[in-house]
């Protein structure tokens, strides 16, 4: 739970979209979009810094289980 910086930020919004785009989701109101939001940021915590392996493993971690 550090603060993030800019750099961050953009990497995780870059892997959150490409996310939401695989799956086909457009309501960012929609609860799958905030589990996506949490899983991105849980994996980009690990140090995972390529927007595309960030949204990958997401997509892999909550639909492949």
């Not at 919004?13 to 785009?21: D, N, P, Q």
């Not at 991105?40 to 997401?58: K, M, N, W, Y």
């Amino acid at each position: 739970n550090m603060p993030m910086g800019p750099e961050e930020i953009s990497r995780l919004t870059t892997a959150y979209e490409t996310a939401l785009r695989t799956i086909g989701l457009v309501d960012r109101n929609d609860p799958i979009a905030e589990m996506v939001a949490k899983k991105i940021i849980e994996i980009g915590q690990t140090g995972v810094r390529d927007p595309a392996d960030i949204s990958a493993l997401a997509i892999k971690e909550l639909w492949v289980q």
